[in-house]
């Protein structure tokens, strides 16, 4: 096109760029200022009202165009037009939640380690909610127990006090897992009934809430494991559960605690932000925030946090292993185990374990069945996991300037965490599992993972929604310029 051609649109826009908001403009008065600033301007043709009439015309067009395509940033009118925002009130019932299963997961630790979890034979998920209360009730329920196989093998000696006790254990653990059904499975119902959450986030509770009634289900096919009678024909056969099942039982449990812990904090913290008098996340400036977090070297840091979290995941698991088989129970020394750094290799690897009955040999078989191999694992995953988070709070330390705030103090709350937990396994291990270091070790494992989700959590941005609850507060409570007259 000749530039003879653009002047006269050119003082058209001018005059249009005057009426327009810059932000909506820019693009086309920079394409059409820098042709008309080529060529000498032309006072007569720059005056016809036709040219300049076809000029809005096409303007209008364009500035409709490029409103459709381009973000907004004006702040919505009103609190209707914003998405749904969980309230800190979703998120305290999230960590309420979550604290119910940590305490399921210990109140489960200690049932295992008092052997109480074969007491009830039955899984009554209704009914079962009212313990005994008649002496015939009571003779009917020992009755029950005197006919598995952990009874007539280990605990033939029982009298009813010791039937009541182990019992009342058990009935406490499941009463509990009851409890924390009704705990999220009514607010949850609440919540989104009054529009309280946003539809995904209904989707991903409501998948929390499924996990919970798989977990009820899972446990007793777990106690089911214990209670058949094929263990009274096994020689030498130890009337427990399934290692696998109870790895299972425990991961689950880990899991529920995890999506809890983590959604309700991050809920909670979006909420601090969002009503915060400053502009401040993970303690600092948003922009500084997201600029920190677009560094290579941040970057490189959260893949390790997420690997080491994974690490202390699979190590609490390696430790259900470890209790399902009373692993604890051998070479109760440390760092060595008799005497060396691993045991002998036909220890570790043992046929007995790995040969099947139609003659194939499954070596794998032995990390998972075989004591000596699983506690040899559980050893090895806690140094690597101890080795791993200590490094990476070095490397926090390093990049001190660059971390937010939060993500140190995570990392130190990490550190300290993951030594208790060494020192906890080490003195289980040394003083033959007593029940009390025993159950603080299994707490330890949850507070460990709880430590390196909060990492995670202090390197996440906040959610849409957050940002724009955040922009609409800020526009409102900032009053409007003034208007030079």
Not at 30 to 53: E, M, V
Not at 271 to 282: E, I, L
Not at 340 to 350: C, F, G, Q, R, V
Request: hydrophobic residues 45%; contains cysteine; proline residues 6%.
């Amino acid at each position: 096109m000749r530039a003879s051609v653009l002047r006269p649109f050119a003082q058209c826009a001018r005059t249009s760029y005057l009426r327009t908001p810059v932000a909506s403009t820019r693009s086309i008065w920079t394409s059409i200022s820098r042709t008309a600033t080529r060529t000498p301007s032309t006072t007569g043709i720059l005056r016809n009202p036709q040219i300049c009439k076809k000029f809005d015309v096409f303007w209008n067009s364009k500035r409709s165009t490029s409103s459709s395509t381009a973000p907004s940033t004006t702040p919505p009118a009103s609190e209707a037009e914003l998405p749904i925002l969980p309230s800190k009130s979703v998120g305290i019932w999230l960590m309420v939640s979550s604290t119910l299963v940590f305490a399921i997961i210990v109140v489960g630790g200690v049932t295992r380690l008092t052997e109480s979890g074969l007491s009830i034979t039955e899984w009554k998920p209704v009914t079962g909610i009212i313990p005994p209360l008649a002496q015939e009730d009571w003779e009917e329920e020992f009755t029950k127990y005197k006919a598995t196989p952990e009874f007539k093998l280990l605990n033939h000696s029982f009298e009813m006090d010791d039937f009541k006790r182990i019992f009342y254990m058990e009935w406490g653990h499941r009463v509990l897992g009851r409890l924390i059904g009704v705990a999220f499975v009514g607010p949850l119902v609440y919540f989104a009934i009054k529009r309280r959450i946003s539809r995904p986030l209904a989707l991903r509770l409501g998948g929390l809430a499924l996990l919970i009634g798989a977990q009820g289900a899972l446990g007793w096919y777990m106690v089911k494991s214990g209670l058949e009678d094929s263990l009274m024909d096994t020689p030498g056969a130890v009337p427990r559960v399934s290692q696998y099942r109870l790895a299972s039982h425990l991961g689950l449990a880990f899991l529920l605690y995890a999506g809890m812990f983590s959604t309700g904090m991050a809920i909670i913290k979006e909420s601090k932000f969002v009503h915060s008098a400053v502009d401040k996340w993970m303690g600092m400036n948003s922009v500084a925030f997201n600029e920190s977090l677009r560094r290579m070297s941040v970057e490189a840091f959260r893949a390790r946090a997420w690997i080491l979290t994974a690490l202390v995941f699979v190590t609490a698991l390696s430790g259900a292993f470890v209790a399902g088989l009373d692993a604890g129970l051998l070479y109760n020394e440390f760092p060595l185990m008799g005497g060396k750094l691993a045991p002998p290799k036909d220890e570790l690897m043992s046929p007995a374990y790995a040969k099947r009955p139609d003659g194939s040999f499954q070596w794998w078989r032995n990390i998972f069945e075989n004591p000596v191999t699983v506690q040899f694992d559980h050893r090895v995953l806690a140094m690597t996991s101890y080795l791993g988070i200590s490094l990476l709070f070095l490397r926090a330390r390093g990049l001190r300037h660059t971390l937010p705030p939060a993500t140190m103090t995570s990392m130190n709350a990490a550190l300290a965490m993951v030594n208790i937990q060494l020192l906890l396994g080490i003195s289980t291990l040394i003083h033959l599992v007593p029940v009390s270091l025993a159950t603080a070790h299994q707490a330890g494992s949850v507070a460990l993972l709880s430590t390196m989700i909060h990492v995670l959590l202090t390197l996440r941005r906040p959610s849409a929604a957050a940002r724009a609850w955040r922009t609409f507060y800020t526009a409102r409570s900032t009053p409007p310029p003034k208007v030079q007259t």
